[in-house]
Nanobody, 123 residues
Framework: VQLQASGGGLVQAGDSLRLSCAAS????????MGWFRRAPGKEREFVSA????????NYADSVKGRFTISRDNARNTGYLQMDSLKPEDTAVYYC?????????????????WGQGTQVTVSS
């Protein structure tokens, strides 16, 4: 499975962005999906995850109520809607796929990773 993340950019605090993650290759399996980010000088951290069916979602406390994860399995695409962005959301965002159909908050359980897309939020 190959993942291509897109949609990042430079925005001001309070603005919104929607990241997309397009999957190609062996997409017939029921993969759980996740979003992670790595801020400058920090370790990669969990942002959000969704099960294959979409019935299970998880969010990091830092983004809960501001970010919304979704997916369109017919289009093999996942999304991360980011509203009320803050400067501390500045990071490279990565989408990932896991064979756990329920999704996971742990990066170690993701086998497939996209290349990352930069999100920069100015104050």
């Amino acid at each position: 499975v190959q993942l291509q993340a897109s949609g990042g950019g430079l925005v001001q605090a309070g603005d919104s962005l929607r990241l997309s993650c397009a999957a190609s290759g062996r997409t017939s399996s029921r993969y759980g999906m996740g979003w992670f980010r790595r801020a400058p000088g920090k370790e990669r951290e969990f942002v959000s995850a969704m099960s294959w069916s979409g019935s299970i979602t998880n969010y990091a406390d830092s983004v809960k109520g501001r970010f919304t994860i979704s997916r369109d399995n017919a289009r093999n695409t996942g999304y991360l809607q980011m509203d009320s962005l803050k400067p501390e959301d500045t990071a490279v965002y990565y989408c990932a796929a896991t064979t756990l159909s329920s999704g996971s908050i742990y990066s170690s359980q993701y086998k497939y990773w996209g290349q990352g897309t930069q999100v920069t939020v100015s104050s």
